[in-house]
């Protein structure tokens, strides 16, 4: 059962240790940051993930046992156009810089568009436009529910990789509490930086007032 605040808990029966993934490839990427420097990045592919997406891990060598990790949803729009619409693109940039540096787990999942895909969302986008509906009543109004990602596969993930025990970086308590219901051990929640602009700040608002999400500008200007 999907809803608009609080966390969703996996579905009853779901045992995180009967749905088994194993990696499948581990190549050496060269990765630009923001500065123009590069650094090196393991790219991991997986095998036997429940939803069958190519979902892949971006893995900055750490020396903590307890590494920091980020659970980003594909935002295509934002992550390669940077589109002004969201935040997506800033938080994909500040999360490779920041573990390009000190090293980290980015799980960057193929669920496009709070899982409803790149033409549904380009679709709600249309119909933001024309009928001036946020984010969420955009998806209701496509008879979509609030945010359908789940993150079984990130957990998944995290087990093949063996890292029972995570530090992540979010601002979504949703993932949080799906992480730990899927067995992964969030020993601390840190947030990310607030990427407030303009052409974005409705879209924030909503995502903290609706998602649920801790976005700490509701007395400011947001
Ligand atoms: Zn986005």
């Given at each position: 059962?999907?809803?608009?605040?609080?966390s969703?808990?996996?579905?009853?029966?779901?045992?995180?240790?009967?749905?088994?993934?194993a990696?499948?490839?581990?190549?050496?990427?060269?990765?630009?940051?923001s500065?123009?420097?590069w650094?090196t990045?393991?790219?991991?592919?997986?095998?036997?993930?429940?939803?069958?997406?190519?979902?892949?891990?971006v893995?900055?060598p750490?020396?903590?046992s307890v590494?920091l990790v980020?659970?980003?949803?594909?935002?295509?729009?934002?992550?390669?156009f940077?589109?002004?619409?969201?935040?997506?693109?800033?938080?994909?940039?500040e999360?490779?810089?920041?573990?390009?540096?000190?090293?980290?787990?980015?799980?960057?999942?193929?669920?496009?568009?709070?899982?409803i895909?790149?033409?549904?969302?380009?679709?709600?986008?249309?119909v933001?436009d024309?009928?001036?509906l946020?984010?969420?009543?955009?998806?209701r109004?496509?008879?979509?529910?609030?945010?359908?990602?789940?993150?079984?596969?990130?957990?998944?993930m995290?087990?093949?990789l063996d890292?029972?025990?995570?530090?992540?970086?979010?601002?979504?308590?949703?993932?949080?509490?799906?992480?730990?219901?899927?067995?992964?051990?969030?020993?601390e929640?840190?947030p990310?930086?607030?990427?407030r602009?303009?052409?974005?700040?409705?879209y924030?608002?909503?995502?903290?007032?609706?998602?649920?999400?801790?976005?700490?500008?509701?007395?400011?200007?947001?």
């Amino acid at each position: 059962m999907l809803s608009t605040s609080g966390s969703k808990m996996p579905p009853a029966g779901t045992s995180p240790l009967t749905t088994e993934a194993a990696i499948r490839t581990r190549v050496e990427v060269p990765v630009n940051l923001s500065d123009g420097s590069w650094r090196t990045a393991e790219m991991i592919s997986f095998s036997g993930l429940a939803d069958g997406r190519e979902h892949i891990a971006v893995v900055f060598p750490s020396a903590r046992s307890v590494p920091l990790v980020r659970v980003h949803s594909e935002c295509l729009t934002g992550d390669v156009f940077g589109s002004a619409r969201c935040d997506c693109g800033p938080q994909l940039t500040e999360v490779v810089d920041l573990f390009a540096e000190s090293g980290g787990i980015l799980l960057y999942l193929r669920q496009e568009g709070r899982g409803i895909g790149l033409y549904n969302k380009l679709d709600a986008y249309r119909v933001q436009d024309d009928q001036g509906l946020d984010t969420f009543a955009a998806n209701r109004e496509l008879n979509f529910s609030d945010d359908l990602r789940d993150y079984l596969v990130a957990a998944q993930m995290l087990r093949a990789l063996d890292v029972p025990r995570i530090r992540l970086r979010t601002n979504n308590p949703d993932k949080v509490g799906q992480l730990r219901g899927y067995g992964i051990g969030v020993e601390e929640v840190i947030p990310t930086g607030i990427h407030r602009t303009e052409r974005n700040h409705d879209y924030l608002r909503v995502k903290a007032e609706q998602g649920g999400h801790t976005i700490e500008l509701l007395g400011e200007s947001i």
